[in-house]
């Protein structure tokens, strides 16, 4: 069976990977000229790196873990120390450790917290961990019915401290979901926690070895080309044109640079691009189905990732660090914690600025003095004084549709991948799957669609392609 799967970020591509393995012939279009989707990387004049998004692996993503495996590319990560690191900004040029120790799931995690002494009182941390366990105890089911509330709302129901939001939860949503705890679905937040407490190693961290398109995106693609799968770039995605019963008949591809429109016919059709785009592209007639109708309720995150480079060290803790600022997210030293991007003399920050409403439209020099402002708070001892670190360039990377936004009440609103047109699915971390808006979710939903496509038995085969 010949498949065309529109977008080449996570979604597409696993679902491509996945439907070569079953046999069938994907055929995968993207509309740049680069891999990746949300994880997309570019190289400067210098040849540095620059991302999408400061992307980390966690020990509980299963289907991630698992696809690199089959692709032989599991040495691509490097797994850092277990722990999650949290700037101290009242103690500036300090860090607040949660080691979590090498013992069996959920007491690991639990000691990491009762081990703590920095961030929270005794009365707190044992509220801290009491609050945890109805999302251990009670399941996926329990964690599925708190969308609902906002995260927030759900930490004050569970008699959770205010502070333990603002030192512990901010920095975590932010990182999760690139938007604050009053804002984010309790769903959310508590699906990860609980992976967290039932998996040893599931908040263990990893980054790649390099770039994602090459070091992951790239393997993908040289696995299905290799079982006769087709990939074509800067080929976007301009019309999905219905039979007269609703089904699909056939894609029509934008021709850039000069090139016709084309059009794509198979036996089974895909859309593993952002929801936002895909609602723009939907047929008319598709939309008046409750199905599709839903989906108008998702909308993508803004997200804005930035690269800075200075002239000297700034830090050599090889790992993710949680700012706990008001502006920047997570952060990460990449000349330190990326072997590719590996410096011994000079720093290579990347971080992530959540929320970024506020930000999104504001020019790339407005954001890096924000964000030179937050740092000199976390690093005073390099960025002050009579003899300040040097920025030495910088990078500003916006994405105005991101992941979708993990408000309360949107888990009703997620599609599956099957969708009530017989050849039409759906692939991307905003459908429904058991993980969030994340890389895990977008390689699990990927698998997923091709899944449903390997059930699914077409009418009559058909040619692939034409030109308009």
Same mark, same amino acid.
């Given at each position: 069976m010949r498949v065309a799967i529109a977008g080449a970020g996570l979604a597409g591509l696993a679902c491509a990977k996945y439907l070569s393995d079953a046999g069938h012939t994907p055929i995968l279009f993207e509309s740049r000229d680069v891999l990746g989707g949300l994880v997309a990387a570019w190289q400067d004049e210098d040849g540095d790196w620059y991302e999408t998004g400061l992307h980390a692996f966690f020990g509980a993503y299963p289907n991630m873990l698992q696809l690199m495996n089959e692709l032989g590319i599991e040495d691509h990560l490097q797994w850092k120390e277990h722990a999650l690191i949290f700037n101290q900004p009242e103690k500036p040029g300090k860090y607040s450790y949660f080691s979590v120790p090498d013992i069996p799931a959920p007491f690991n995690v639990i000691?990491?917290?009762?081990?703590?002494?920095?961030m929270l009182t005794w009365e707190q941390k044992i509220k801290f961990a009491l609050g945890l366990w109805p999302a251990v105890l009670r399941g996926q089911k329990y964690v599925e019915d708190m969308d609902k509330y906002s995260l927030l709302e759900w930490l004050r129901?569970?008699?959770?401290?205010?502070?333990?939001?603002?030192?512990?939860?901010?920095?975590?949503?932010?990182?999760?979901?690139?938007?604050?705890p009053d804002d984010v679905s309790a769903t959310i937040p508590l699906t990860a926690i609980n992976k967290f407490l039932k998996e040893r190693y599931g908040s263990k961290i990893a980054f790649l070895d390099g770039s994602p398109t090459e070091r992951l995106c790239q393997p993908i693609v040289e696995h299905f080309q290799a079982r006769g799968g087709e990939i074509r770039m800067e080929r976007p995605l301009k019309q999905i044109v219905l039979d007269d019963d609703g089904t699909v008949k056939h894609f029509v591809m934008r021709g850039l640079n000069g090139q016709p429109d084309e059009i794509v016919v198979a036996d089974a059709y895909v859309s593993a691009m952002p929801v936002d785009v895909i609602k723009t592209l939907m047929p008319a007639p598709w939309r008046e189905i409750e199905f599709f109708e839903k989906m108008q309720e998702l909308e993508g995150v803004p997200v804005i990732n930035l690269h800075l480079w200075f002239d000297r060290k700034l @830090?050599? $803790?090889?790992?993710?660090?949680?700012?706990? *600022?008001?502006?920047?997210?997570?952060?990460a030293d990449m000349s330190v914690a990326c072997k590719e991007y590996e410096d011994p003399d000079k720093s290579m920050l990347e971080l992530i600025i959540a929320p970024a409403k506020d930000w999104i439209e504001r020019s790339d020099r407005e954001i890096v003095a924000a964000t030179m402002t937050e740092l000199e708070r976390l690093f005073p001892q390099h960025l002050t004084g009579d003899n300040p670190a040097k920025l030495r360039k910088s990078k500003v990377v916006k994405t105005p549709r991101s992941v979708y936004t993990a408000s309360p009440g949107r888990q009703d609103?997620?599609?599956?991948?099957? @969708?009530? $047109?017989?050849?039409?699915?759906?692939?991307? *971390?905003?459908?429904m799957q058991e993980y969030l808006g994340s890389m895990e979710g977008a390689v699990l939903s990927g698998k997923l669609a091709a899944q449903?496509?390997?059930?699914y038995q077409p009418v009559v085969a058909k040619p692939l392609a034409t030109a308009m």
């Amino acid at each position: 069976m010949r498949v065309a799967i529109a977008g080449a970020g996570l979604a597409g591509l696993a679902c491509a990977k996945y439907l070569s393995d079953a046999g069938h012939t994907p055929i995968l279009f993207e509309s740049r000229d680069v891999l990746g989707g949300l994880v997309a990387a570019w190289q400067d004049e210098d040849g540095d790196w620059y991302e999408t998004g400061l992307h980390a692996f966690f020990g509980a993503y299963p289907n991630m873990l698992q696809l690199m495996n089959e692709l032989g590319i599991e040495d691509h990560l490097q797994w850092k120390e277990h722990a999650l690191i949290f700037n101290q900004p009242e103690k500036p040029g300090k860090y607040s450790y949660f080691s979590v120790p090498d013992i069996p799931a959920p007491f690991n995690v639990i000691v990491s917290i009762l081990r703590n002494n920095d961030m929270l009182t005794w009365e707190q941390k044992i509220k801290f961990a009491l609050g945890l366990w109805p999302a251990v105890l009670r399941g996926q089911k329990y964690v599925e019915d708190m969308d609902k509330y906002s995260l927030l709302e759900w930490l004050r129901r569970q008699g959770i401290d205010d502070r333990v939001n603002s030192d512990i939860f901010v920095a975590a949503s932010k990182a999760l979901t690139f938007i604050n705890p009053d804002d984010v679905s309790a769903t959310i937040p508590l699906t990860a926690i609980n992976k967290f407490l039932k998996e040893r190693y599931g908040s263990k961290i990893a980054f790649l070895d390099g770039s994602p398109t090459e070091r992951l995106c790239q393997p993908i693609v040289e696995h299905f080309q290799a079982r006769g799968g087709e990939i074509r770039m800067e080929r976007p995605l301009k019309q999905i044109v219905l039979d007269d019963d609703g089904t699909v008949k056939h894609f029509v591809m934008r021709g850039l640079n000069g090139q016709p429109d084309e059009i794509v016919v198979a036996d089974a059709y895909v859309s593993a691009m952002p929801v936002d785009v895909i609602k723009t592209l939907m047929p008319a007639p598709w939309r008046e189905i409750e199905f599709f109708e839903k989906m108008q309720e998702l909308e993508g995150v803004p997200v804005i990732n930035l690269h800075l480079w200075f002239d000297r060290k700034l @830090t050599d $803790i090889d790992h993710l660090l949680f700012s706990r *600022s008001d502006i920047l997210s997570v952060y990460a030293d990449m000349s330190v914690a990326c072997k590719e991007y590996e410096d011994p003399d000079k720093s290579m920050l990347e971080l992530i600025i959540a929320p970024a409403k506020d930000w999104i439209e504001r020019s790339d020099r407005e954001i890096v003095a924000a964000t030179m402002t937050e740092l000199e708070r976390l690093f005073p001892q390099h960025l002050t004084g009579d003899n300040p670190a040097k920025l030495r360039k910088s990078k500003v990377v916006k994405t105005p549709r991101s992941v979708y936004t993990a408000s309360p009440g949107r888990q009703d609103c997620r599609p599956s991948q099957s @969708t009530p $047109i017989a050849n039409f699915f759906l692939a991307g *971390s905003y459908t429904m799957q058991e993980y969030l808006g994340s890389m895990e979710g977008a390689v699990l939903s990927g698998k997923l669609a091709a899944q449903e496509i390997a059930n699914y038995q077409p009418v009559v085969a058909k040619p692939l392609a034409t030109a308009m």
